[in-house]
């Protein structure tokens, strides 16, 4: 298998994007195993509860013996202490919802691939200066995707991901395509699960789905 080591290339190729957490570690990892049957390569798991390090390391764990193709990063990081601590878990790339210097040049130093989440053209200029190669827009239901046209022009080098809020619908996914977004993350909502479902398999199918939508770009 001839596997992309550069997260950006990967992301740009498989734009669509899971945001994920829960407190069990079966059943992230029985969500990563799903993403993955529907196409997906690109996984965001978030640092929002106690249990986010050892459920991280189980789920790379499980990457690195089953889905060796899956990128898998770490988001909801704020601090230098919780950026080094999910690099050494080898973590592919880490998203913050903040800009900061700091994270910045952690990340470089480890040559880790760093999204900012943005919600000013100072912010987005600041994340620019910083060397983030990708931004990403923060709340993006919030932003809207008429932010998204008015600001783009002013950063031609830049490339954006919308994510919070970001509907599964075909209408929003070509908003935002046809905004210039390079990736989309999808959080809640890609995860509302059906009554009565017994398996992950209409995740597979709305990850298929999902995917679908995007390569119609």
């Known amino acids: ?62 990457r690195n013996e089953h889905l060796q193709d899956m990128k898998l990063g770490i988001g909801t990081i704020k601090t230098v202490a919780q950026a080094e601590a999910y690099i050494k878990l080898k973590a592919d790339f880490i998203v913050s919802p903040i800009v900061k210097a700091d994270l910045a040049a952690v990340t470089a130093a480890n040559k880790i691939l760093w999204i900012p989440g943005c919600m000013t053209p100072t912010e987005i200029n600041l994340a620019e200066e910083l060397g983030a ?54 959080g809640s909502k890609l995860f509302q699960q059906p009554e009565n479902a017994t398996n992950y398999n209409w995740l597979t199918e709305r990850c298929q789905l999902l995917i679908q939508l995007v390569n119609k770009k």
């Open 133 to 186: 190669p990708l931004v990403k827009l923060f709340p993006g239901d919030t932003l809207g995707i008429g932010f998204l046209k008015a600001i783009k022009p002013l950063f031609p080098n830049l490339k954006f991901m919308p994510t919070g809020g970001v509907d599964v619908n075909k209408e929003n996914i070509d908003n935002w395509l046809n905004a210039g977004v390079t990736a989309l993350g999808f």
């Open 1 to 62: 298998m001839n596997i992309e080591t550069n997260p950006l290339v990967v992301i740009q190729d498989y734009p669509v994007i899971p945001v994920y957490y829960n407190e069990n570690p079966q059943t992230c990892i029985e969500v990563l195993k799903a993403s993955y049957a529907g196409g997906i390569r690109v996984f965001e798991f978030t640092n929002r509860g106690a249990n986010a390090p050892e459920n991280f390391e189980a789920m790379v764990n499980y």
